[in-house]
């Protein structure tokens, strides 16, 4: 059994590293990867329709004047399919595309999951990937959009 310390340890990819390849369907049904020069946030959130996650995205939906301004794209990912996402992004009108990584293997790649028997578990885990294709931002929990884009400006 996993304990919550042992989820702990389980480190984030490091800044400046390369990023994984992604290629994944959207809520708006089109599918999403990252494009070369461009800023991307990612942001790894354990479930559609729960308060923290709903709190979470809205923070990234309320500050997209200033993300758009300096042409930096958001995606939520989590393991829910594209149903699901449609729902839940209609319901609370977000702006920006929900991804289905239903195989987890996108969360895998980023270690934004623990792989449990029966079902992996997302940790909620924002990323930042720049021009570069490398990590610029890597951050457990719930940073708010302001932290994420300071590594933009730095």
Same mark, same amino acid.
């Given at each position: 059994?996993?304990?919550?310390?042992?989820?702990?340890?389980?480190? %984030?990819? *490091? &800044?400046?590293?390369? !990023?994984?390849?992604?290629?994944?369907?959207?809520?708006?049904?089109?599918?999403?990867?990252?494009? @070369?020069?461009?800023?991307?946030?990612?942001?790894?959130?354990?479930?559609?329709? %729960?308060?923290?996650?709903? #709190?979470?995205?809205?923070?990234?939906?309320?500050?997209?004047?200033?993300?758009? !301004?300096?042409?930096? #794209?958001?995606?939520? &990912?989590?393991?829910?399919? &594209?149903?699901?996402?449609?729902?839940?992004?209609?319901?609370?009108?977000? #702006?920006?595309?929900?991804?289905?990584?239903?195989?987890?293997?996108? *969360? #895998?790649?980023?270690?934004?999951?623990?792989? &449990?028997?029966? @079902?992996?578990?997302?940790?909620? %885990?924002?990323?930042?990937?720049?021009?570069?294709?490398?990590? *610029?931002?890597?951050? @457990?929990?719930?940073?708010?959009?302001?932290?994420?884009?300071? *590594?933009?400006?730095?």
């Amino acid at each position: 059994m996993l304990r919550f310390s042992a989820l702990s340890l389980h480190a %984030t990819l *490091a &800044v400046g590293t390369a !990023a994984p390849d992604w290629h994944l369907p959207g809520h708006d049904g089109r599918h999403y990867q990252h494009a @070369r020069g461009t800023w991307t946030i990612l942001v790894f959130y354990p479930r559609d329709r %729960t308060p923290g996650c709903r #709190r979470q995205l809205h923070a990234f939906d309320a500050a997209r004047p200033e993300l758009e !301004a300096r042409n930096v #794209r958001v995606f939520g &990912v989590n393991f829910a399919d &594209v149903d699901s996402h449609r729902d839940f992004a209609s319901c609370e009108s977000y #702006r920006f595309p929900l991804l289905a990584d239903a195989g987890g293997h996108v *969360a #895998r790649h980023f270690r934004a999951c623990i792989p &449990v028997p029966g @079902r992996p578990i997302i940790l909620r %885990t924002v990323y930042l990937v720049g021009p570069d294709e490398c990590i *610029a931002f890597a951050q @457990r929990g719930d940073p708010a959009p302001a932290l994420v884009l300071a *590594a933009v400006r730095a």
